[in-house]
């Protein structure tokens, strides 16, 4: 389980403010090893980039680390890298379009072992870094900015990202990953490199950020808080972020993320529901009050069956390949479940269930011939035909299945 420790060590920060200040390494020629590096994705941000380099070299000269700023450029073309390049920052030029990608190559380009991400556009305060080394120097390997515990200015956020947007996302990743984290978007984080470069993280965009939160919380790393203060941004054009691209593209990375509540959940819901139905109408046709429910809502039922166990097959292959991918971490429970679901347990109960839906129909068929072949009361064989046809879809699908998970399953064995 995480923790969020919101407290500040005060008595640490007053013992860091007084050791006498260390210089900034800007040079990937300087000989000291910085302790710390700051990273800045940018993409046009002239009017405010030299503010955000001068507030974190100002950071780390009165806490006295030894540190770097990095300025992750994305195709500028207003000259951010020269006021980079004249303010002492090192600039690492990035070919590949994209947010998460501008950070991702910064990232790796970092020489600290902590590294501080925050955007360039000026609505972050670097001159908080402070806090946040505090916390990783408790051992905390992510600390993460929240806005809404600092406070966020009057113009510094949309109202629809403000109260909708953020904090839905922020809401879907607790309930998913059971993240300990209340601003899952938030610019300004800080964490241990080593341990974020255990995570593999992949995304090209916007929801790089979220990318990092859920997989630091799915492979265990001590996650902190720290409240931050959002102001207007310095810029003299929109925002990159798109509100409904962007919002599109985090909730979809939480969904695929997450195969319990894309396809598990969902799918063991629909099972249930068809089941209960089927039951429900296989005696015969039920009325409540003037509605009729006969053989027509036998066979949706029948459908949401098969829609739902399909869907539970789907979250079973997406665990798997996410794990063997080292897209989400092993499972102890699903190694576990893996040992008896094996291919010939799924084939003897595949068959099974083929050779039930299979004497169902020869069922039907003989109550067909006793009837000379003849037109036949459809509230009475469909209700003997939609079992069986129900039963050997599913045993097909048991079978099939089978073979396909020993095929993922082969890497991990």
């Known amino acids: ?50 503010s955000c380099i001068k507030k974190a070299m100002a950071a780390m000269d009165r806490l006295g680390i030894v540190g770097e700023v990095i300025v992750a450029d994305n195709g500028s073309t207003d000259g951010s ?15 590949t379009r994209g947010y998460g990608s501008a950070l991702r190559g910064g990232i790796n380009a970092a020489r600290g072992e902590y590294v501080v991400m925050g955007d360039s ?78 995570l593999d993280l992949r995304t090209l965009g916007m929801e790089f950020s979220t990318e990092m939160v859920v997989k630091a919380t799915l492979f265990n790393l001590r996650i902190a808080e720290v409240p931050t203060v959002l102001s207007p941004d310095g810029r003299d054009r929109p925002p990159h972020l798109r509100t409904w691209r962007d919002g599109w593209r985090y909730l979809r990375f939480l969904l695929l993320y997450s195969p319990r509540w894309l396809f598990l959940y969902p799918g063991i819901a629909l099972v249930l529901v068809g089941v209960g139905v089927s039951a429900w109408l296989l005696p015969g046709p039920r009325t409540i009050r003037t509605l009729t429910f006969d053989y027509h809502t036998l066979l ?8 739902g166990f399909q869907s539970v097959n789907f979250a079973v292959f997406s665990k798997l390949f996410a794990t063997s991918e080292g897209l989400l971490p092993d499972d102890p429970f699903t190694n576990r479940l893996y040992r008896y679901i094996t291919l010939e347990v799924g084939l003897v109960v595949g068959a099974i269930l083929v050779l039930a839906g299979a004497a169902l129909w020869v069922f039907g068929l003989s109550y067909w011939r006793n ?41 991990r064995r």
């Open 371 to 411: 009837h000379h072949f003849g037109s036949l009361d459809p509230e009475i064989t469909l209700r003997i035909v939609i079992p069986g046809f129900v039963s050997l879809t599913l045993g097909i699908q048991v079978v099939l299945s089978s073979f396909f998970l020993s095929v993922l399953g082969m890497g």
């Open 81 to 95: 890298q020269a006021i980079a390049t004249e303010l002492g920052a090192r600039v690492v030029p990035i070919a």
């Open 1 to 50: 389980m995480h923790r969020i420790d919101n407290q500040f060590d005060t008595a640490r920060s007053a013992e860091q403010a007084e050791m006498p200040p260390r210089r900034v390494v800007s040079r990937e020629s300087d000989s000291a090893i910085p302790k710390l590096s700051v990273v800045m994705p940018c993409l046009n941000e002239s009017l405010t980039l030299g």
């Open 121 to 198: 556009d000026d609505s972050y305060d670097f001159s908080q870094i402070g806090d946040f080394v505090s916390r990783l120097d408790e051992g905390y390997e992510l600390v993460m900015g929240n806005r809404f515990q600092g406070g966020i200015r009057p113009g510094a956020m949309p109202m629809l990202h403000r109260f909708l947007g953020n904090p839905v996302l922020s809401w879907l990743g607790r309930v998913f990953f059971g993240c300990p984290v209340g601003d899952f978007q938030c610019g300004l984080r800080a964490f241990r490199k080593g341990a974020i470069d255990k």
């Open 300 to 307: 949706f039922g029948a459908m949401t069956i098969l829609v």
